[in-house]
Nanobody
Framework: QAQLVESGGGLVQPGGSLRLSCAASGIVFGWYVMGWYRQAPGRQREWVAVISSGSSTNYADAVKGRFTISRDNSKSTVFLQMNNLRPEDTAAYLC?????????????WGQGTQVTVAS
């Protein structure tokens, strides 16, 4: 069955760095656009970054210049490198997989990994 599993979250001080990973299984990874979203309690889910199957990327303004999304198709894994973290980055970070075309399959969400930025 299809599954997305995030890892790498934790507690970090302001200005610190974390690298999140999302391992996909049960899908043909190369057919999927991969993204990261985040959600804090009481707030709407926010798009963070996206990467195409050809490795084109886009970022939300709030993280541009600080976060980098990448993918390793041989390992069916997408990464989010987060640098110069701020308290407002605190959230659950969720991995998302969207098929390039509806005929390929459905979209999937991971369960999320918690990132807390605090002194």
């Amino acid at each position: 069955q299809a599954q997305l599993v995030e890892s790498g979250g934790g507690l970090v001080q302001p200005g610190g760095s974390l690298r999140l990973s999302c391992a996909a299984s049960g899908i043909v990874f190369g057919w999927y656009v991969m993204g990261w979203y985040r959600q804090a309690p009481g707030r709407q889910r926010e798009w963070v970054a996206v990467i195409s199957s050809g490795s084109s990327t886009n970022y939300a303004d709030a993280v541009k210049g600080r976060f980098t999304i990448s993918r390793d198709n041989s390992k069916s894994t997408v990464f989010l490198q987060m640098n110069n973290l701020r308290p407002e980055d605190t959230a659950a970070y969720l991995c998302h997989a969207r098929p390039m075309a509806p005929t390929v399959g459905q979209a999937y969400w991971g369960q999320g990994t918690q990132v807390t930025v605090a002194s």
